[in-house]
């Protein structure tokens, strides 16, 4: 078995057909007629740009507009005098146009590879691509053609280039395979569009591999191995089923989200960045219910400015047009670290300077982050969440600042929304058995059962030794969630819920029994949840809720939820 990244995802099982590249070797040669070799490769460039904006425009038809930008960016970055101009300088000393062409790439790809940043990495496969096929014109060689390969084949590339895609026809394509790439790598965006289980990123397996083996990809687990015939027929089944449910998923985008006796529920997304709303709206979140914001604060080499924040929170605010955006003050301490707070290190690190606790001693950053929110609520339906609430006070002294960053904003006639909402993240055992109280003075709850787990059974989340004590299924985790919806309720607070545990399908029944007014969740699961809600009827779920009360493990209640399971 070989363990790549799954980046499409899917059951692919079939024959291998090898994609392998036409030999592009060239033998350096001195230029004698500089002018002539110099518009051998303009030429070359001119062609390009035709055939690439062809390509282009086939992709837009075949598989989607974002597909058709990477090729139609092909155009842009090979034109770019940067490239051109280095090219040319280098033929003007006499080296052939193949050379030049090469060298010059190979600045770029080091510049690109050099980089932290995982997206500008990812233009390395770009300008291998725009080298690729520059070379191939150069040279007069064709195009790899995959537009006619078999039904069940299962492709295994290098790397999956934008070119090589362009003429395929995903119904005869089971799976790729490639040896570089990850999630974010064209190669795995592509894949996705067009819906292929994709594997990427396994070394050498194209060497591994010869055409007419047959292999099955796990495109959710990176998993690939030779199947038997057993695996084989299981594996064409799974898909099978996998692609039934994602057909009828479908179908619910533009659908209220409501349980199956017609009560609704609002259906929202987990962000780290504005980017993000883009998945939240192609999949039909009903808005954003958990934006973390410390995704803004890292990566980068000082706090950033308000200004800076306010873009971001504004962006997101006005993108999602009126539609409700909770935005969570930073969250740092615990895994999640910014070098450049210099925060101390400490022996139990969950427990300690964490979230709140670090802003409200950072008053200075916390005051910027607090103002980029209120401004942001002039844009859209912002709301302003708490993390990690230990006791009331930590909330009032939040709701205080927000007041004096008010009176600042009227002072300056800057506008805002002078009800805009600040509520909290129930996290920690204490804010859960305060809940009634702090219901009575939050505008919202959040229920973040990822760190709520982690507290209630006392076991570090990051922590394998004790993981199997980890689960939101305990009994002790779902009483404290059965609580905290309680005491909001009774208060007239709305309730919501963010951690990983809103978008379990075991637990949907028993988040409608206690009565969760929203789930927030990862944009790829709005659709899904859909569907659970949409299964259930409160009643059905209050009868499981009861049964679930009565059981004493963690085992018992996943038992009888699997077993419930629609
Ligand atoms: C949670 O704790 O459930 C949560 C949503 O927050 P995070 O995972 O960011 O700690
Ligand atoms: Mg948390």
């Not at 195009?143 to 078999?150: H, R």
């Not at 099955?216 to 015939?229: H, K, N």
């Amino acid at each position: 078995m070989w363990q790549g990244i799954g980046a499409s995802d899917g059951y692919g099982v079939g024959t291998v057909i090898k994609i392998v590249e036409a030999d592009l070797s060239f033998s350096d040669t001195q230029v004698e007629d500089i002018k002539a070799e110099q518009t051998r490769f303009q030429l070359a460039l001119e062609c390009f740009t035709t055939k690439t904006k062809a390509m282009a425009e086939q992709m837009r038809q075949r598989v989607g507009e974002k597909e058709a930008e990477i090729l139609e960016g092909h155009v842009i970055m090979a034109s770019d005098p940067a490239l051109s101009d280095g090219i040319l300088s280098q033929i003007a000393d006499g080296i052939c146009a193949e050379r030049a062409l090469w060298n010059t790439c190979d600045l770029f790809i080091q510049v690109f590879s050099a980089t932290d940043d995982e997206l500008t990495k990812q233009r390395v496969t770009d300008v291998e691509d725009i080298r690729t096929r520059l070379l191939k014109i150069l040279l007069d060689k064709e195009d790899v053609d995959i537009s006619n390969v078999p039904k069940g084949t299962v492709l295994v590339a290098r790397d999956l280039t934008p070119s090589m895609t362009v003429g395929i026809c995903k119904e005869n394509v089971a799976g790729i395979l490639t040896e570089v790439g990850g999630k974010t790598s064209h190669s795995a965006i592509l894949a996705r569009a067009l819906e292929v289980p994709a594997v990427l990123s396994i070394p050498e397996i194209a060497s591994q591999l010869k055409d007419g083996d047959v292999i099955a990809l796990d495109g959710f687990t990176g998993e690939v191995f030779a199947p038997s015939p057993e695996q084989k027929a299981e594996f064409l089944k799974k898909q099978e089923a996998f692609l039934t449910e994602k057909e009828g998923l479908k179908n619910l985008v533009g659908k209220p989200s409501v349980t199956a006796d017609g009560k609704q529920v609002e259906l929202v997304c987990n962000i780290g960045a504005p980017k993000d709303v883009k998945a939240v709206l192609e999949q039909d979140g009903e808005g954003v219910g958990l934006f973390r914001t410390e995704f803004l604060f890292m990566g980068k080499t000082s706090v950033p400015t308000e200004e800076e924040q306010f873009a971001a929170y504004k962006e997101v605010a006005e993108r999602l047009q009126g539609k409700p955006v909770i935005i969570r003050t930073l969250d740092v301490g615990g895994d999640k670290e910014i070098p450049y707070l210099n925060l101390p290190k400490e022996d139990n690190p969950f427990l300690g300077y964490r979230a709140i606790r670090v802003c409200l001693q950072q008053k200075e950053m916390y005051h910027a982050q607090l103002r980029a929110l209120v401004r942001a609520s002039a844009f859209g339906d912002v709301r302003i969440m708490v993390p990690m609430v230990a006791s009331i006070e930590e909330l009032r002294q939040v709701k205080a600042m927000v007041e004096e960053i008010k009176l600042e904003l009227d002072q300056e006639g800057i506008a805002y929304n002078k009800d805009i909402p600040v509520g909290i993240m129930v996290e920690t055992p204490a804010a859960a058995m305060m809940a009634d109280v702090l219901a009575k003075e939050a505008a919202f709850f959040s229920i973040g059962t990822n760190d709520l787990t982690q507290y209630t059974m006392t076991v570090d989340r990051g922590n394998a030794q004790v993981a199997y004590l980890y689960s939101t299924y305990n009994p002790a985790v779902l009483r404290m969630i059965a609580h905290i919806i309680s005491s909001a309720k009774q208060a007239g607070t709305p309730v919501g819920m963010c951690g990983e545990a809103a978008a379990d399908p075991n637990l949907i029944p028993l988040w409608i029994a206690y009565g969760l007014d929203e789930y927030s969740v990862g944009a790829t699961s709005v659709l899904r949840t859909r569907s659970i809600l949409s299964k259930w009827t409160t009643e059905e779920a209050n009868a499981l809720a009861v049964k679930v009360a009565g059981l004493a493990t963690t085992a018992e209640v996943e038992a009888a939820l699997t077993e419930a399971r629609k």
